[in-house]
């Protein structure tokens, strides 16, 4: 009887375990996709553009390869299940010859960005295009508020008969309306893409669906530049507004690298406790690079190391990390100040300061696209539906204001803006040092295994500070004797001269007087 059973239940369980999926398995690996372009016009209403793309790529988790269509190496694209190529000259055409044979023969999704497509993705798509010389032009796709165009010399599709369309344009003053962008098969085209307006979120939208994402998105609120010497009682009071008008938040908080035991430092992590308590999530953003960098400093990977061991074990638990977007492009950052987090906001860059550029991104499990506050509202006319229906997961940026009027300016904005902020906790996160763990799932935030209890009661923080410890004196009590007895020494030195000089006038007088 029991050999039948065993017979019975062995080949189920060794089903069981075919079935169930490996950690490898079940994480499936990040899009790999090759970005060519012609080039980045530079001075043109384009420039940036390019530069909007990695952005949004690395938004949806993929890793980016960047090369410029002239350096293309025959074969290199079988490596990538994506391949863009973005033409931004008008004069210039696709005519690399090793390049248009392995798009031939490419398995894999190709999406042509700007002028002159290839004659393989008009013939798939049946394509026509024409160029509108100026003007402007309303968009409209997917669920986003339809959003305003200044257009320059700008390609849209006259004709198409593709599968696939995305969106709407209408050119103001004329009863012209086309398809934003249209795709059949392994070619998708998007004629226009501008970093700044409208495009950039329509791109976006197409990007989602040619990179077959479906997890749902989510926006969050991003408060930037927070220091030690922040007004940390304004922190505290904006912490508390955002929590009474049920807005969480993400604080992306500089690092302290030296005079940690500071009562200013002290005052920090205090003020970032009650962020805590009031649901707020925290991110620990890159130190700024100086334009003068030494290779020879390896010190970046030691310093964020410890900054983060101070926070976990104040009970601050930082869930990502804040950079701008070039940082993902350099081997010496990404292996030392990056390499701790599995999730990143991304910021628009100001100043590249690279010191071992790679042309292949660091992909995050979870990154935010970024877009300033100002920027969202200026662009859409966001009403009282808001923006409930951005295509990745982004993060919606506002410096943390100076006084109480900024404060009260940018609450009053959000409000206004009707946007729908999600618990950056809420999602997965983890962030490992060598000493400690942190991660996040659902709500619960986590240290070394440990569930971290988020309340706080407020503590004060002596400002009674020995900012200079007394120096370890040797010798001291030698030295002390040695003063006494060149005191005692110069007493009996000055007493005796003195004994000399009275002896020496009565003598003196003596003879005088006689």
Not at 21 to 48: C, H, I, N, W, Y
Not at 69 to 75: A, C, E, F, S
Not at 192 to 197: P, W
Not at 288 to 312: Q, W
Request: proline share 5%; charged share 20%.
């Amino acid at each position: 009887m029991r050999n039948r059973v065993a017979m019975v239940v062995l080949p189920l369980f060794l089903c069981l375990l075919l079935l169930t999926p490996t950690p490898a398995q079940s994480a499936a690996a990040p899009p790999r996709v090759l970005l060519l372009f012609d080039s980045l016009a530079k001075g043109t209403v384009r420039e940036g553009n390019v530069d909007e793309l990695q952005k949004q790529l690395a938004a949806y988790s993929a890793q980016v390869t960047l090369v410029h269509l002239d350096q293309y190496v025959k074969g290199s694209m079988s490596d990538y299940s994506n391949v863009i190529t973005v033409i931004n000259a008008a004069d210039i055409t696709t005519d690399n010859h090793v390049f248009l044979e392995d798009l031939a023969d490419y398995k894999g999704q190709y999406l042509h960005i700007g002028y002159n497509p290839t004659a393989d993705t008009k013939e798939a798509l049946h394509l026509s295009v024409a160029i509108q010389p100026g003007g402007s032009a309303s968009l409209r796709i997917g669920g986003l508020p339809e959003a305003n165009l200044q257009v320059q010399d700008m390609p849209y599709i006259a004709a198409s008969q593709a599968e696939r369309s995305y969106g709407n344009l209408l050119f103001l003053g004329s009863s012209v309306q086309v398809p934003y962008a249209v795709g059949s098969g392994k070619y998708t085209y998007v004629p226009y893409l501008k970093q700044g307006d409208g495009s950039s979120l329509a791109m976006a939208c197409v990007l989602r669906e040619w990179l077959h994402i479906t997890d749902t998105p989510h926006s969050y609120l991003v408060l930037k530049e927070i220091y030690p010497f922040t007004d940390l009682n304004l922190l505290q009071q904006m912490a508390d507004q955002l929590y009474q008008k049920g807005i969480p938040f993400i604080a992306s908080i500089r690092p302290v690298f030296t005079n940690t035991d500071f009562p200013a430092m002290l005052r920090y992590l205090e003020a970032l406790k009650a962020v805590q308590a009031r649901n707020g999530s925290i991110v620990v953003n890159v130190p700024v690079i100086g334009p003068v960098i030494s290779r020879s400093d390896d010190t970046l990977r030691e310093k964020m190391s410890i900054f983060i061991n101070l926070l976990a074990d104040q009970g601050v638990a930082p869930l990502g990390v804040g950079a701008e977007s070039y940082w993902t492009y350099d081997k010496e950052y990404a292996q030392t100040g990056l390499l701790f987090f599995d999730s990143a906001v991304l910021f628009p860059n100001k100043e590249l300061h690279y010191m071992e550029q790679t042309n292949t991104s660091k992909a995050f499990i979870s990154s935010l696209y970024s877009v300033p506050l100002d920027d969202l509202v200026t662009q859409y006319k966001t009403g009282s539906s808001g923006l409930t229906d951005l295509p990745m997961d982004t993060a919606i940026v506002a410096d943390f204001p100076e006084d109480e009027a900024g404060m009260e300016k940018l609450l009053q904005k959000l409000e206004q803006s009707w946007i729908p902020f999600s618990d950056y906790k809420q999602e997965a996160h983890r962030v490992a040092t060598d000493t400690h763990i942190i991660t996040s799932s659902q709500g619960v935030i986590s240290i070394n295994g440990q569930e971290l209890n988020i309340d706080y009661s407020p503590k004060a923080v002596s400002a009674d500070f020995e900012y200079e410890h007394e120096q370890v004196k040797s010798f001291t009590r030698l030295f002390s004797v040695q003063n006494q007895f060149f005191i005692v020494a110069i007493i009996v030195s000055l007493v005796f001269f003195g004994g000399l000089l009275v002896i020496g006038y009565r003598m003196y007088r003596r003879k005088y007087m006689k």
